[in-house]
């Protein structure tokens, strides 16, 4: 039985990225959710998933979900990854809407800040990154807020976020 397996659900690439960064260090394998069975949980001791953030959303995380009776006695953490995971507000939903429910509860949770490059969104996700950004235009100016101008600016030029020291206190979990 291997000790450690990295299993991830990435979109535009940045969950891979610090996936494969959390596999170099611990030196395990790092599988692609719908690579993953549910089967295959018996064969490690600690699972760490990563998923991008989508309305909300953990992306991937069903596989969690739905597999907590074979997760029972196995180290478990979960970090996900979005262009404002680092806001308080943002991190306060993202636990109430994905580990709201008792069974959940209980999970370790990291927040990664992702990339995001405009010209590389297409068809659906580019109609809710319009809508944000009409959203975040349309509020008067003393609603605005600091991070609602950052991420405001993030998605209209592009970002990347994404660096090592994030996956720092996830390794050091496993170590």
């Known amino acids: 039985m291997e000790k450690t397996v990295v299993i991830y659900k990435s979109k535009h690439g940045s969950t891979k990225k610090y996936a494969e960064w959390i596999g170099e260090e611990l030196c395990c394998p790092v599988i692609a959710e719908a690579d993953f069975s549910k089967k295959d949980f018996d064969n490690y001791e600690n699972v760490i998933f990563g998923g991008c953030v989508q309305a909300g959303g953990i992306m991937g995380f069903d596989i969690i979900k739905k597999n907590m009776r074979r997760l029972q006695g196995k180290k478990l953490v979960v970090f996900a990854v979005g262009l404002n995971v ?45 809508m944000m950004v009409n959203m975040l235009k349309s509020k008067k100016p003393i609603e605005t807020t600091d991070e609602d101008r950052v991420l405001l600016e993030h998605v209209q030029n592009g970002v990347d976020m994404t660096d090592r020291k994030y996956i720092e206190p996830i390794v050091a979990e496993f170590k």
């Open 86 to 130: 680092m806001q308080k507000e943002t991190r306060m939903q993202l636990r109430e809407i994905n580990f709201g429910k008792r069974k959940l509860a209980g999970i370790t949770c990291y927040y990664c800040p992702g990339a995001y490059s405009p010209e590389n969104i297409h068809g659906i996700d580019a109609g809710i990154m319009k």
